[in-house]
């Protein structure tokens, strides 16, 4: 098998869309060096008797059956050390314990199972089968038991762990029982200078430093640019060290880069999770609510809205909370972006490995593929999981020349699973992972041509049977319409008031770190000219934009857009520097990371003053989740409705909740100094808005987000000294009663002796 930056026969640069494996002289090489000339227990069989077929066994092949053997034990002992931590989690009830042996698991023992058995799968093919059938048996079996509804989850898992622990029995008999089982069981042992070296070094010590300065931070609570103010300087030194690391890791092994970039999203994602203790987007919470409804009623009606329509992930988070019994659905929201950002790096590992063969190459582009996603699609949500789904069967069919223990027809069966699950989870994801097969299919780059049929027919089908949701969602108006690619509109501003400069330098820092990730593709491609692929990759980059062409999605299409494209142009990117290991390849790439990491700095977190939940947003919106009816009115005294952890459920109709805009005209926004007279006519207005509606007046409620606030204030609509002026005189009232204050959050409802207002 050529190298990277060689020239195959034809002209064209080798390395583009190799497969993992390519057969050479009768053996399988990988893209790490490694060869498998065969299974052993073939040759044993076709050998005659075990003394001689012992004998002819090549050392090759010996070492290939060797490592295969040693990866399903070691699978298969994690599955069992999985099932041992969930049992102690009920002895020493501990609910976080269980659940995370719970996911471990599902992906390394229900996900992994398909391929336990084969005798040929490399490793990296069985981890990235494993992430995507165990998150995609969760996705569509969750969905099966919520909207039948048929809500036994305790049966389920035990069906579908028995089904796994049955095929890890078998294997692990098969490999014990076979002739040289002993050298594969002796063949386990740790190797200290596999792992020492400079990366590796690098990282550890960054990994060591970073973690300190984020238990040093303690408790923040975000501001502009949120922990990084208040971060010591050494958490910035760790975070250097592992990106040294990771640039140093010009080894054939994976362990040294991986092992980088692990820590590097580690720390980008547990240390605001561990300071902040909140969910970093109001969404997450909405979408907790809604797992948490599901935890109570066991079921959803798919005709209530596009949330219970599309819920697969939320049904499939609530079957694994149910299993574990974990009720503090928050927390795993909140750290959520790190579960979900791990599961991407091994699946986006194993799609550039299809691309590059080069490990070196493959990391650093999964490393620029994590500092470019700024995009903020990384949040306890659907999204978060459709992205590794759709990435995982760009990965599967990529291969041309077929996996080693994945038959064909295999791929296509795990590639409908995939789909199932992304039809139930996703009303746009499908289409983009559909439209980019189409695009290889055209340049012929993969195979079989029908493929883009089986990833979206599911999706049709079911897009068919929740039309009606569906229909507020599509507009022939918005056919070619340019402002569907403008992200979401900040608002009106009533008065003329400037912008905070962390708002143009977090946009300015995306789209700075998307151009260095097009340069890289960009220069890729002109290295790359006469390659089909190449060009079949940059053209895949422009699906997801067709699509919000056709439908903005709320102007958040952009967005997705921006998320499915990363992956292919760090994939051209790959191939703008020779695959040769040099040291100014090395700093090319070190200073191209050393920027990404700044503009991901500012991009992610400039705006955390209300991008993070507060606690006492939270609080107040569960006491109107506890008292309120569905039929209950909500009205938000910011102009910023957006920054608050609303629910799915409550109101359960749109138009009950109520805008700023809504109840005032533009005269009295402009008020600076509003008076109680002013609030009272509010209660006023707002009563008057509900009798014209319908009717529902006993339930007017409001709340005055200190997060909101801090939204209105970055984006210039409203001065906080208003927005304060306004709570102030909402206090005063007469016409508002105080149901809950804390921490500069305030819940009011309009009193009872309130009617509208006489008209003259």
């Known amino acids: 098998m050529m190298t990277d930056g060689t020239r195959a026969p034809n002209g064209r640069p080798a390395g583009w869309l190799q497969p993992s494996f390519t057969r050479t002289n009768g053996a399988y090489r990988n893209g790490h060096g490694g060869d ?10 076709s050998a005659g008797p075990r003394k001689a077929a012992v004998a002819e066994v090549s050392p090759k092949t010996l070492s290939a059956a060797r490592k295969t053997g040693l990866n399903r034990l070691a699978l298969s002992a994690i599955f069992a050390f999985s099932l041992v931590l969930f049992a102690e989690g009920f002895v020493v009830g501990n609910d976080v314990l269980r659940l995370v042996a719970l996911t471990i698991a599902l992906i390394f023992g229900v996900g992994t199972a398909p391929l336990q058995l084969s005798e040929h799968a490399s490793l990296s093919l ?50 014990l029982s076979g002739p040289h089982w002993v050298v594969i069981v002796r063949s386990a042992r740790f190797r200290p200078e596999n792992f020492l070296n400079a990366s590796v070094a690098c990282t550890l010590v960054g990994t060591i430093v970073w973690v300190v300065g984020m238990v040093a931070t303690g408790h923040v609570v975000p501001g502009l640019f949120g922990f990084l103010p208040k971060a010591p300087v050494y958490w910035y030194l760790g975070l250097g060290l592992v990106v040294a690391g990771i640039v140093l890791a010009r080894d054939v092994r994976e362990f040294p880069a991986a092992f980088g970039c692990v820590s590097l999203l580690a720390a980008l994602t547990l240390t605001p999770s561990v300071v902040y203790g909140w969910p ?15 935890l109570q009623a066991h079921y959803l009606n798919r005709g209530a809205g596009i949330y219970q329509a599309y819920s697969g992930f939320f049904s499939g988070v609530a079957w694994l909370c149910d299993i574990a019994r974990m009720s503090n659905i928050i927390g795993i929201a909140t750290y959520w972006p790190f579960i979900i950002g791990l599961l991407g790096i091994v699946i986006l590992r194993c799609l550039v490995g299809q691309v590059t063969s080069s490990v070196y190459r493959a990391w650093l582009a999964v490393t620029m593929i994590i500092l470019a996603n700024t995009v903020g699609q990384d949040y306890f949500s659907p999204q978060s999981v459709a992205f590794v789904l759709g990435t995982g069967v760009f990965w599967i069919m990529l291969d041309r020349g077929g996996f080693p223990g994945l038959s064909k027809r ?40 029908y493929i883009p049929i089986v990833v979206l027919v599911p999706a049709i089908l079911w897009a068919l049977l929740n039309r009606n949701d569906l229909s507020g969602f599509l507009s022939l108006q918005d056919l070619g319409n340019l402002g569907n690619f403008s992200p979401p509109a900040a608002g009106t501003t009533v008065q003329p008031m400037p912008r905070l400069p962390a708002v143009a330098e977090s946009s300015e820092a995306l789209v700075f770190g998307f151009l260095i990730v097009i340069v890289f593709a960009c220069v890729g491609l002109v290295r790359n000219i006469r390659s089909r692929a190449a060009w079949a990759f940059m053209v895949s980059t422009g699906s997801a934009v067709v699509l919000v062409a056709a439908e903005p999605y709320g102007n958040e299409g952009i967005f997705r857009a921006a998320l499915f494209s990363l992956p292919w142009l760090a994939a051209v990117g790959t191939q703008m ?40 947003d939270y609080q107040a919106m569960q006491i109107y989740q506890d008292q309120a009816s569905p039929d209950s009115y909500m009205f938000t005294l910011n102009d910023a409705d957006g920054a608050l952890p609303a629910s799915v459920t409550k109101p359960s109709n749109p138009v009950h909740w109520v805008a700023w805009e809504t109840l005032l005209p533009v005269a009295q926004q402009k008020n600076a100094h509003p008076t109680v007279q002013d609030a009272d006519t509010i209660a006023q207005e707002y009563y008057q808005f509900a009798q014209t509606n319908d009717g529902e007046t006993n339930e007017l409620y409001a709340i005055w987000s200190p997060a909101a606030a801090n939204y209105a204030v970055d984006y210039g609509l409203q001065p906080l000294s208003e927005a304060d002026a306004w709570r102030n005189a909402i206090i005063a009232s007469p016409d508002w009663s105080l149901v809950y204050s804390s921490d500069g959050s305030y819940l009011f409802r309009v009193a009872p002796d309130v009617r509208a207002p006489k008209k003259p």
């Open 36 to 45: 498998h000339r065969g299974d052993l227990s073939e040759v044993v069989r």
């Open 126 to 175: 069985r981890l990235g089968v494993g992430v995507l059938v165990g998150l995609s048996v969760p996705l569509v079996v969750g969905s099966v038991m919520a909207l039948v509804p048929l809500w036994h989850p305790v049966i389920a898992a035990v069906l579908i762990g028995a089904a796994a622990i049955s095929v890890h029995a078998v294997a692990c008999r098969r490999i």
């Open 280 to 294: 970093r987007e109001p969404s997450g919470v909405k979408h907790a609510d809604l797992v948490q409804n599901i």
């Open 410 to 449: 295999g791929q296509v069966y795990l590639v409908a699973l995939v789909s199932c699950a992304l039809a139930v989870t996703h009303e746009l994801t499908p289409y983009i992972v559909g439209g980019v097969l189409l695009i290889l299919v055209i340049f012929k780059i993969i195979r079989p041509r």
């Open 577 to 616: 520097l020779p695959g040769r290991r040099s040291w100014w390849t090395s700093a090319i790439y070190g200073i191209a990371v050393v920027c990404l990491v700044g503009t991901y700095l500012i991009s992610e977190f400039g705006l955390d003053n209300f991008n993070v939940v507060q606690p006492g």
